[in-house]
């Protein structure tokens, strides 16, 4: 038969993150988690606790900052105290480099005030170093009580691992080619320093395991091959997507390939911001994808045509986007009263063509009149035609309907 659908998630432990009173779960079938990360410096305070508050409010459910400094990591309590202190409760997670074994252990306050730590297994030291600095920043994930993502990522790989791989491939009686040999090292890496944790006493379920890559194809292959050999939660996300509309579809197109075969339990897009563009983007990105691939629902979504010639003026255009920002507007206080509004659909079409078809599979869907044809426009609740709207302000009028059935569907 034709099915339409997709695989189910893949079996991983649960990984629960606590800030104050709120948990955020990563895996065990629990919804593919949304995040994202600030970019200003964490010890300019006042601009931190802003950025993380918008991210926050545009739907990231967790948000990661740099602690790459002393400065960086006495500011953090501050954050977490300002953000509590203006009803964000958002957990935190720390991102750590090179130095995170002392920052952690220095900074007991700082340590506390994070709800997870994000370790780099590729620059946390060389030899025994690297391991006694490891086992340093696990003993505070243990002492705390604190999930940790282990995020490995190929622009910062463990050389020696990298080194051994090769030696044993190079003894293979059918070596790898070099890319074999970089993915094996990513995920033996990711492997090894989650099992490594495990020992030191942190829980399975405390740990994420992510391995980021910068093209799709490498980023499919490898989350493939891990996902076969372990359980471990898995995050994922396309490293240095780029900018603009190329980030976003090289990060669609990696993640909803994974996603579909029930691979991934939270997800960043990485898009480096155009000049002006607001850092929430990746947000937005991050929950269209989930929600066009039916994997959660955060927003009612606009069906809309692309228009041609047949469309009579720029009030299509102007209406297909004023009524999806009045969505996403009307979000979260919709869904605090209105449980289930998300899952809303409308539809906004350009001509007699689809228009009143496609308008009639939404919830709502408004049909605007093409060259030529007559001025009235109709609206559909439900498949049926519910009212007839003339005038200059149909998108006023359209928003008043669409406040009504929201009230009467879904109060
Ligand atoms: Fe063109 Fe009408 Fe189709 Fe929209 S619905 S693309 S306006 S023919």
Known sequence: ALVSGIAPRKKTFGVIVRQGKKTVVIGN?????????????????????????????????????TVNTPEAAAAVPSIREKLDAA??????????????????????????????????????????KKDAHFADMIAVACQYDKPVRIGVNWGSMDQALL????????????????????????ITSAIESADRAVELGLPADHIVLSCKVSQVQDLIAVYRELSNRCSYALHLGLTEAGVGSKGIVASVAALSVLLQEGIGDTIRISLTPEPGEARTREVVVAQELLQTTGLRNFVPLVTSCPGCGRTSSSLFQELATSTQNYLRNQMPEWKERYPGVETMSVAVMGCIVNGPGESRHANIG?????????????????????????????????????????????G
């Open 29 to 65: 079938g629990a919804p593919v988690v949304v995040q994202s990360m600030t970019n200003t410096a964490t010890d300019d305070v006042d601009s931190t606790v802003r950025q993380v508050f918008e991210l926050a409010k545009a739907g990231s459910e967790l948000v990661r900052l």
């Open 87 to 128: 009803g964000c409760d958002v957990p935190l997670v720390g991102d750590f480099h090179y130095n995170g074994h002392l920052l952690l252990t220095q900074f007991p306050e700082c340590a506390k005030a994070l709800s997870k730590y994000r370790i780099n297994p590729g620059n946390v030291g060389q030899g025994a």
């Open 163 to 186: 080194e051994r791989i090769r030696d044993e491939n190079a003894k293979r009686d059918d070596p790898w080619p070099i890319q074999g040999v970089m993915y094996e090292a990513l």
């Open 366 to 410: 408004i049909s605007l009149p093409g060259n030529g044809e007559s001025p009235a426009v109709p609206v559909f609740e439900d498949g049926q035609k519910k009212k007839t709207l003339r005038g200059d302000n149909i998108d006023k009028q359209f928003q008043k309907i669409i406040l009504e059935y929201v009230q009467s569907h879904y």
